[in-house]
């Protein structure tokens, strides 16, 4: 195998952190890993999987193997219960993908756009934007086991989807590594347009009739508008979860901040903004040393350039002591700190 000892991976993770792996091996399929699942000294090694790299943070170097997923390829499947389905493998860039099925006409991933990324990452985040995750859209996926060397196919069931949360992120989904996912597509296709500024965006494009190709494009422009483009400034995206708390806890705090933005969820509970709770909190556009908090959005930290993991962890710590001061409120980060 073309193992790489004492690999940077700084250029490998989009908040451009810098950390070396001991080990690294770039992984194209199945075969690789279960020639590292047959050697012992590898075997026995503290793995990563690393896709893009945009839901991670590191705060040292990784001493043990790091799995690159790089596998390449995508295609259209064909039709089955009113729902077309597409096949990407998890090395494939994320936006890259949604952009070749509108480009097959085929809408249901145009509200996902320019999210950063692997396809092999988006199930394990079950990654969402503007009304959609991944688990709307989602067939099944296939994954190599590395406890077992058994390649696994698991349907939405078996990856028990919750909000940016799912089996691998787990105990008993820590073994499985996904190597290819296929998404269920609608072939009767309507937009969705519940976020609203989205809605306000077609709104004033004057389209009655948008296509799936249009949302996409919309939904880019809002996102270029808002989010730093991690090529130019180092980010993972939205750093925090939207906190989810009870329809009490709500109450309690509309009592004291009658413009708290929150949306009601299906199961009565209330997801607040965790961006503007921030802004609230007078966070935007601050920094701590090399790592601020970006001045159009507020979820969103940044390097400033020589930024290290710990400077972006003081600065989300305090962040979040700030917000539990005023809100009562604990802010949960979304990227995994290694």
């Not at 483009?229 to 709500?250: L, M, T, Y």
Request: charged share 20%; glycine share 10%.
């Amino acid at each position: 195998m073309p193992l790489i000892h004492d690999q940077p991976l700084d250029t490998f993770n989009t908040f451009r952190i810098p950390a070396r792996a001991r080990h690294y091996l770039r992984v194209d399929g199945a075969e690789q890993l279960a020639a590292v699942r047959a050697d012992p000294v590898l075997a026995a090694l503290p793995r990563l999987v690393l896709g893009g790299g945009s839901n991670l943070l590191f705060t040292r170097d990784v001493e043990g193997l790091v799995l690159h997923m790089t596998g390449q390829g995508r295609e259209v499947l064909g039709e089955e219960a009113g729902k077309i389905l597409v096949r990407a493998q998890a090395g494939e860039h994320w936006h890259g993908f949604v952009r070749f099925t509108l480009e097959q006409g085929i809408g249901g991933l145009e509200n996902l756009s320019l999210i950063p990324g692997t396809v092999g990452a988006a199930p394990i985040q079950n990654v969402g934007a503007y009304g959609v995750e991944t688990k709307d859209v989602f067939h099944s996926l296939t994954a190599y086991d590395m406890a077992s060397g058994v390649t696994r196919t698991l349907d939405a069931a078996a990856c028990r989807f919750g909000y940016r949360d799912s089996i691998f992120k787990h105990p008993d989904g820590a073994n499985l590594v996904v190597l290819d996912v296929t998404f269920a597509l609608p072939r009767a296709w309507q937009p969705n347009l519940r976020y609203a500024e989205l809605g306000n965006a077609v709104q004033e494009a004057g389209l009655t009739a948008p296509t799936p190709n249009d949302i996409g494009l919309m939904v880019e422009a809002i996102r270029r508008r808002k989010l730093p483009d991690p090529r130019e400034i180092g980010n993972a995206g939205s750093f925090f979860k939207n906190p989810v708390v009870s329809s009490a806890e709500c109450a309690r705090l509309l009592a004291q901040f009658p413009t708290l933005v929150h949306h009601a969820q299906p199961d009565n509970t209330f997801k607040l903004a965790a961006g503007w709770l921030i802004d609230q909190c007078g966070w935007k556009g601050r920094h701590l040393g090399a790592a601020g908090v970006y001045h159009k959005q507020a979820l969103v930290l940044v390097n400033l350039g020589g930024a290290t993991g710990q400077d972006v962890v003081r600065l989300a710590a305090a962040i979040q002591a700030d917000v539990a001061a005023r809100y009562g409120v604990m802010l949960e980060p979304e990227p995994v700190f290694i």
